[in-house]
């Protein structure tokens, strides 16, 4: 009896550990790529690479011109933030790799203000504005974002550069104006300070 049990009981152990890799995947993964299909409940999710990409100074390339209606009603321009560093989060309410990152983006963007550095996000796929005024209420967001529900903003950074392409995805733009960092992941302070400490600390 013992030897039929043991292989009775082998493919349900080998489905569980599938399973349990499969939420493990889950948890760790970011939301869909950029592009215009509509988020919710239903959003597909895909892996984060992790990966955060420079351009050295001389191959950067400038921001696209971006303005548009914030999710405050007010009207919002990225250039009117050159001369500073931007920290620019695409970030949607639904997604929870970005309420889990949303504390830590307030919290560097609160120490690096008096630095000459400005947050921005882009908040994306919310079809109206309540719930993404609610994430920023709950998370106390003290910088402005862009509302664009269907990604059009996203698409304006051209291909081929450091081009937002996921949700979440953070984007750190020189004083120059000009696209210096990409991270196609959820960020903590540690990650955040890595890749936007030495922008800050140019010349």
Same mark, same amino acid.
């Given at each position: %009896?013992?030897?039929?049990?043991?292989?009775?009981?082998? *493919?349900?152990?080998?489905? %569980?550990?599938?399973?349990?890799?499969?939420?493990?995947?889950?948890?760790?993964?970011?939301?869909?790529?950029?592009?215009?299909?509509?988020?919710?409940?239903?959003?597909?999710?895909?892996?984060?690479?992790?990966?955060?990409?420079?351009?050295?100074?001389?191959?950067?390339? *400038?921001?696209?011109?971006?303005?548009?209606?914030?999710?405050?009603?007010?009207?919002?321009?990225?250039?009117?933030?050159?001369?500073?560093?931007?920290?620019?989060?695409?970030?949607?309410?639904?997604?929870?790799?970005?309420?889990?990152?949303?504390?830590?983006?307030?919290?560097?963007?609160?120490?690096?203000?008096?630095?000459?550095?400005?947050?921005?996000?882009?908040?994306?796929?919310?079809?109206?504005?309540?719930?993404?005024?609610?994430?920023?209420?709950?998370?106390?967001? *003290?910088?402005?974002?862009?509302?664009? *529900?269907?990604?059009?903003?996203?698409?304006?950074?051209?291909?081929?550069?450091?081009?937002?392409?996921?949700?979440?995805?953070?984007?750190i733009i020189d004083r120059d104006g000009k696209v210096a960092?990409?991270?196609?992941?959820?960020?903590?302070?540690?990650?955040?300070?890595?890749?936007?400490?030495?922008?800050?600390?140019?010349?």
């Amino acid at each position: %009896m013992s030897p039929t049990r043991a292989v009775r009981r082998t *493919p349900l152990r080998g489905a %569980m550990a599938l399973a349990g890799v499969a939420v493990s995947a889950l948890a760790l993964s970011a939301c869909s790529s950029g592009g215009t299909s509509s988020g919710g409940s239903g959003t597909n999710f895909v892996g984060g690479s992790g990966e955060i990409s420079r351009a050295a100074k001389a191959d950067r390339r *400038p921001a696209p011109a971006i303005t548009g209606e914030a999710v405050d009603g007010k009207q919002l321009n990225l250039a009117d933030y050159k001369g500073k560093v931007v920290v620019l989060n695409v970030w949607g309410s639904w997604c929870a790799p970005c309420r889990a990152e949303a504390p830590h983006l307030v919290k560097v963007a609160d120490d690096t203000k008096a630095k000459g550095v400005e947050f921005i996000g882009i908040n994306t796929r919310d079809p109206d504005k309540v719930k993404a005024h609610a994430f920023e209420t709950q998370f106390r967001v *003290p910088y402005p974002s862009f509302y664009d *529900p269907i990604g059009k903003l996203m698409l304006k950074f051209p291909k081929g550069s450091l081009n937002p392409q996921g949700i979440p995805n953070t984007l750190i733009i020189d004083r120059d104006g000009k696209v210096a960092v990409r991270i196609l992941a959820p960020v903590g302070e540690d990650k955040l300070h890595q890749a936007l400490d030495p922008i800050v600390a140019e010349k």
